[in-house]
């Protein structure tokens, strides 16, 4: 398996605790939307210290993007790339991931479990395939959205909100059950269903798909 020594070319902050990274991009390197890899920080006593993060990027961009949510009440890898600077180095290693586009269906993400979903919608987007595919994003505040408006571009009013944390939020509220499942989403055969996000939200939601009639070989999620 490869390594790769890449540079910080840009960092942008998307909310209060999620940065995109955009990287240097080896001659070569290839991935499918939906894929990730185990990422270093090139600083002191770190640079063994790998993570798994999905590339968010096209694979036919010249260059390598990550979007990151750094969990700063931990002394980790995600609390030290929040503090990385453009010109900072990070180690890569090849693709590999078991989420991908199998058809039209519906993603289900919550908080920074969207990320595996980026490339495939923005993939989808650019070849005009979006269809009848919806997002549903669980997250604990409005300011929590990540890339609200370019997902609302790609699907419109597929795209649904709901927000657990915040009284005065515009969008559902609560948590996603089997029933909020139920009332959103019109059959449960015939279709995909893309899931990713916590531990307790994978639990819940994919417990609800299958007693609503989910066809086990329709989830897709990262095994």
Same mark, same amino acid.
């Given at each position: 398996?490869?390594?790769?020594?890449?540079?910080?070319?840009?960092?942008?902050? *998307?909310?209060?605790?999620?940065?995109?990274?955009?990287?240097e991009?080896?001659?070569g390197?290839?991935?499918?939307?939906?894929?990730?890899?185990?990422?270093? *920080?090139?600083?002191?006593?770190?640079?063994?210290?790998?993570?798994?993060?999905?590339?968010?990027?096209?694979?036919?961009?010249?260059?390598?993007?990550?979007?990151?949510?750094?969990?700063?009440?931990?002394?980790?890898?995600?609390?030290?790339?929040?503090?990385?600077?453009?010109?900072?180095?990070?180690?890569?290693?090849?693709?590999?991931?078991?989420?991908?586009?199998?058809?039209?269906?519906?993603?289900?993400?919550?908080?920074?479990?969207?990320?595996?979903?980026i490339?495939?919608?923005?993939?989808?987007?650019?070849k005009?395939?979006?269809?009848?595919?919806? *997002?549903?994003?669980?997250?604990?505040?409005?300011?929590?959205?990540?890339?609200?408006?370019?997902?609302?571009?790609?699907?419109?009013?597929?795209?649904?909100?709901i927000?657990?944390?915040?009284?005065?939020?515009?969008?559902?509220?609560?948590?996603?059950?089997?029933?909020?499942?139920?009332?959103?989403?019109?059959?449960?055969?015939?279709?995909?269903?893309?899931?990713?996000?916590?531990?307790?939200?994978?639990?819940?939601?994919?417990?609800? *798909?299958?007693?609503?009639?989910?066809?086990?070989?329709?989830?897709?999620?990262?095994?």
């Open positions: 398996m490869a390594n790769y020594r890449l540079k910080i070319l840009e960092k942008e902050p *998307l909310t209060h605790d999620v940065n995109r990274f955009k990287l991009k080896p001659r390197f290839q991935f499918n939307p939906g894929q990730a890899t185990e990422v270093s *920080l090139l600083k002191a006593g770190w640079e063994a210290e790998k993570r798994p993060f999905t590339f968010t990027n096209l694979p036919s961009d010249d260059y390598l993007e990550f979007i990151i949510k750094s969990y700063k009440g931990h002394e980790g890898v995600t609390k030290r790339l929040g503090n990385a600077e453009v010109g900072d180095e990070v180690e890569i290693g090849d693709a590999w991931g078991t989420i991908s586009f199998k058809g039209e269906g519906v993603f289900i993400a919550g908080g920074a479990g969207i990320t595996p979903f490339a495939i919608l923005r993939h989808l987007r650019k005009n395939k979006i269809g009848n595919s919806m *997002l549903v994003f669980a997250n604990k505040t409005n300011d929590d959205i990540i890339l609200y408006e370019e997902l609302k571009a790609i699907l419109g009013h597929k795209f649904i909100n927000i657990s944390d915040q009284k005065d939020t515009a969008y559902d509220k609560g948590l996603i059950n089997k029933e909020y499942l139920k009332n959103k989403i019109g059959h449960f055969d015939h279709q995909h269903f893309y899931v990713c996000g916590p531990g307790g939200f994978m639990k819940a939601v994919m417990g609800g *798909l299958k007693e609503l009639g989910a066809e086990p070989d329709a989830l897709v999620f990262e095994k």
